[in-house]
């Protein structure tokens, strides 16, 4: 099960992919659109944090965008670096937490304080179902599985904030996506959990010498 359809996936990088070319030719560094992902991320953190939802949403899917790119500018110039690979995730990190914050910022001002809850549960799935998927792949696991991953969090987020713009039904297109987000995010991160237990015989292989050696 796949929350953000393949075929969608594959018409928006069409979309964009002549964008991705012309950045390409002028021999842009994938590190200046992971850097504007994260500076778009807080303007847009602000929108959303004071109820502008319209203009947040379509903000948090242009930094979304940008984490597109970088990856794609990195392998089309054959330039990606363990340093950039590290960058590119810690920034992402960071942008989660800024656009959760937003939205807890907001659910704060305005009472719905329930809603806060289910905004840091789904903070907290996000975050995990990431570094269960680093850690993992740190420990020689390749762990990409799961049905919440974080482009689908970002769309899901994005789309959702541009429909809670209309008045009449403000937020609660934002709060049923953050609900499908607290439990499919956390699943994510049990499935994950799973994976690596099979993957490991059962939890029974052991670590090697090295990753003793980087756990000291």
Request: charged content about 15%; hydrophobic content about 45%.
């Amino acid at each position: 099960m796949n929350f953000l359809p393949d075929g969608i996936r594959n018409w928006y990088i069409g979309l964009i992919t002549p964008a991705i070319d012309f950045f390409i030719k002028l021999e842009i560094h994938p590190n200046h659109f992971t850097t504007l992902g994260l500076l778009i991320q807080i303007v847009a953190t602000y929108f959303m944090a004071t109820g502008s939802f319209f203009i947040g949403g379509w903000l948090i899917l242009a930094a979304g965008t940008c984490d597109i790119i970088d990856g794609k500018v990195a392998r089309a110039r054959n330039i990606g670096t363990k340093f950039g690979a590290l960058y590119d995730s810690t920034l992402d990190r960071y942008a989660e937490f800024i656009m959760f914050f937003g939205l807890g910022y907001y659910f704060i001002y305005n009472e719905f304080y329930f809603s806060t809850v289910i905004a840091f549960a789904a903070l907290g799935g996000s975050l995990m179902t990431s570094y269960i998927r680093a850690r993992s792949e740190g420990l020689g696991f390749d762990c990409k599985v799961g049905i919440m991953q974080r482009p689908e969090r970002v769309v899901y987020i994005g789309f959702a904030a541009i429909f809670s713009s209309m008045a009449f039904w403000k937020p609660w297109p934002l709060v049923g996506v953050l609900w499908i987000i607290a439990g499919c995010a956390n699943y994510t991160a049990f499935q994950r959990l799973i994976h690596v237990y099979r993957s490991s015989d059962s939890g029974r292989e052991l670590l090697s010498d090295n990753t003793k050696k980087e756990q000291e």
